[in-house]
């Protein structure tokens, strides 16, 4: 006992508080129909399946974002933290149909969400997503948003001040080249279209 209170006596105490660590800005991805037992996403003849592809991009969407210093998550399609969720920014990635319809189907889709209450910076990352993407793919944007983009569920759930957005990254027929072969560039995409809404970056 007399050897403890004698090593207490003898160590220095520092006289200001530790200092508590910052939380980092977070962004939340949603990867398109993961855990979802309604719809498990588009299915290919060989087996590919587009869940697959949204977990692959999504997953390297994380890592870069993770080494700009932010914090993200990878949330399921219908995740409970979805509920009032606060993020710098939220996108949930998916991809279109396996099959063939036309020549044209072929390309990229964003949507933004209309339940902000700052419309203003859900238009701005909408719009650096498109660009950023399409610098980063070559894809060029399909104009068919569907009822399932601009009423998207997560839209309803998240809280209204958090911008978000829905990106179609292509379709898994015409454009599963690039989708399974270069998922590093669809992931660029949207790492530099994120990065490009919160920092603010000029675009045309």
């Known amino acids: 006992l007399a050897e403890a209170i004698s090593f207490t006596e003898a ?43 949204n977990q692959e991009v999504a997953t390297l969407v994380q890592q870069g974002l993770v ?47 209309m339940e902000n209450r700052r419309p203003e910076r859900t238009g701005r990352l909408t719009s650096c997503l498109r660009y950023r993407y399409e610098e980063a793919t070559n894809l060029q944007p399909h104009n068919s948003i569907t009822a399932d983009m601009s009423s998207y569920h997560a839209f309803d759930e998240i809280d209204e001040d958090t911008p978000a957005a829905i990106i179609e990254i292509g379709f898994l027929n015409l454009d599963r080249q690039i989708l399974t072969q270069e998922p590093d560039r669809i992931a660029t995409g949207i790492t530099n279209g994120i990065l490009c809404y919160i920092r603010n970056e000029s675009i045309p």
């Open 11 to 53: 160590t220095p105490t520092s006289e200001w508080p530790t200092a508590t660590p910052r939380p980092r800005p977070r962004i939340g991805i949603v990867v398109g129909h993961w855990g979802d037992t309604h719809d498990p996403g588009a299915v290919c003849q060989d087996g590919l399946t587009e869940l697959q592809v």
């Open 67 to 113: 080494t700009e210093g932010f914090e993200v998550e990878l949330l399921k399609e219908f995740d409970p933290k979805l509920q009032d969720y606060f993020a710098l920014a939220l996108v949930s990635i998916h991809a279109d149909s396996c099959q063939y319809i036309n020549d044209q189907a072929t390309g990229y889709k964003v949507a933004p969400s």
